[in-house]
């Protein structure tokens, strides 16, 4: 869990380093890019919880959850640094904003999942 929320801190550092470097017009596609590989990140960790480790749809959630959480915590300790006043609350909302929404649907998923796995 730790690694990956470690991987998520990474590629916004990767790709935040690439949208400076570009023009305007093409920032968008740098931030659909980080976007994407983030998606790729998550489903990698749900599929490797729930068909390798074998984990039940909540502790799959919660991994993920807490890896996605803890890459929001250190963009947001980033973030921090680089900004003129200190984002105290970011610190506190960002894990929040983004291990939430990935509790819940990586609870859907592994649902789905399991349902198959038990129907097949």
Known sequence: MILVGVVYLVVGFVFSALDRS???HL?????LAAWMASAAVYAAHIG???YR???SPRSTALHAA?????GGFGLAVSASLHSR???VLALALWPIITGLPAFLVALAVGAVLARFARSG
Do not use: F, G, I
């Open 22 to 24: 570009v023009s305007d």
């Open 27 to 31: 920032r968008s596609m740098w931030r």
């Open 48 to 50: 490797y919880e729930h």
């Open 53 to 55: 480790l074998d984990n």
């Open 66 to 70: 807490l890896a996605v959480a803890l």
């Open 85 to 87: 006043h200190p984002l």
